[in-house]
């Protein structure tokens, strides 16, 4: 219970000085990262394995898969999956941000991939910024730079049907 208090005292401080949003439950990406590491190293260590819920923006430059994937992204394929079972799209916090200024979700290859990665590609061809909504668990790792090591992070979710392109109608 401890461990993760000071994670929440940040989100909701955060919160209150109004540069963050709160949407039905989901805490804004940019109030635990700033490109692509973590905001606050300390309470993301505390925060390590917890699960949490987030909205951000899809870097549609960073999007990895099987080869059953790469057909659907066809040049938005960005290269493997981290393993077999598992596809993986990078969650940048402000829309704007630039490719790269993201950090990585992990998600199962399962019944839902291929209608989200669809979606993806129509929003990337259309020019379109793709917003989403993630439920899974947050790790931390230290991440060495040319000069100074910072706190990476990545989020692992259960399953495709974890992430959200909307709100369900009932939360908005």
Known sequence: MRRGLGFVLCVVASLFAGCDERLAGYVAASSITEEGFARDA??????????????????????????????????????????????????????????????????????GRDRLLEMFVADARARRPTRVFVQGRVFAFDAPTNVVTRTGLYMRLQSSQDILLRLPEENR
């Not at 819920?53 to 790469?70: C, E, M, P, T, V």
């Not at 040049?75 to 704007?96: C, H, Y």
């Open 42 to 111: 300390k309470e993301l260590r505390e925060a390590d394995g917890r699960e949490i819920k987030l909205w951000g923006f899809l870097d549609q430059r960073n999007i990895y898969g099987d080869g059953s994937a790469r057909e659907i992204l066809q040049e938005w394929w960005s290269g493997d999956g981290p393993d077999a079972a598992t596809w993986r799209f990078d969650l940048k916090a402000q829309e704007n941000d630039e490719a790269g200024h993201s950090f990585a979700v992990r998600v199962p290859n399962d019944a």
